[in-house]
């Protein structure tokens, strides 16, 4: 069984603080790494992506991948309230070029 | 874009009916999932379709659960006979492309509770 590991919280940070949000992978095959966010009774919406060890950088949000430890985290910078969302973490499964394994979530909440 | 579409946005049924969820996918978007989300085992992949052919229904939890695709804009999960285990969120989400690289977008979901 393909697993993809994360806290569930919740993390609660104040606004302004930077938010880190943690994931692991058991599946080395994994090429392809996504953070969703979802936000209370809505759908998952893809924020970030990354295929490469290291980092990548959108906005406010940094992506982090180290294949060797089999760890991706997401980090966002300046958090605000409207942050506060469920961050689910998804892996290619087995290497798959359309399957993804999707954590359960790190809920965040933002503290004005 | 009308993004993806499904309906009924919330179903209440009795254990032993027939349940029918539907989608519209994203027009022009070739590839088509459906989605199972709960509080123990988090997002699922249910099946997948690409170019209305289902490619990968190994998520399929047993045969009570049948998915179609008939044409490039209509898919259909159906769930018979219901039973209170099915409780969930059911997601359809569409990509433009068939490989792990394209954004798929979700539906707003169908929230079902069998009683």
């Known amino acids: 069984q393909k697993e993809v590991e994360q806290n569930s919280g919740p993390l609660s940070v104040p606004e302004g603080a930077i938010a880190s949000l943690n994931c692991t992978y058991s599946?080395?095959?994994?090429?392809?790494f996504f953070w969703y966010r979802q936000y209370s009774g809505k759908s998952p919406e893809l924020i970030m992506f990354i295929y490469s060890n290291g980092d990548k950088e959108d906005g406010r949000f940094t992506a982090q991948l180290n294949k060797a430890s089999q760890y991706v985290s997401l980090l966002i910078r300046d958090s605000q309230p409207s942050d506060s969302a469920t961050y689910l973490c998804a892996v290619n499964s087995g290497g798959s070029n359309y399957k993804l394994t999707f954590g359960k979530g790190t809920l965040l909440t933002v503290n004005p | 874009d009308a993004g993806v579409i499904q309906s009924p946005r919330h179903e209440v049924t009795e254990m032993g009916q027939e349940v029918t969820l539907r989608c519209k996918p994203i027009?022009?978007?070739?590839?088509l999932f459906w989605y199972r989300q709960t509080m123990m085992r988090g997002l699922e992949l249910l099946i997948y379709f690409n170019n209305n052919v289902p490619i990968d229904d190994s998520g399929m939890p047993e045969d009570r659960f049948s998915a179609k695709m008939p044409n490039a804009s209509f898919s259909t999960l159906k769930i018979q006979p219901s039973e209170p285990r099915d409780s969930a969120v059911y997601f359809c989400?569409?990509?433009?492309?068939?490989?792990?690289?394209?954004?798929?977008?979700f539906g707003p979901g169908t929230r079902l509770l069998v009683l």
């Open positions: 599946d080395r095959g994994s090429q392809s």
């Open positions: 989400a569409s990509s433009l492309g068939q490989g792990i690289k394209e954004t798929q977008y």
């Open positions: 027009s022009g978007h070739n590839s």
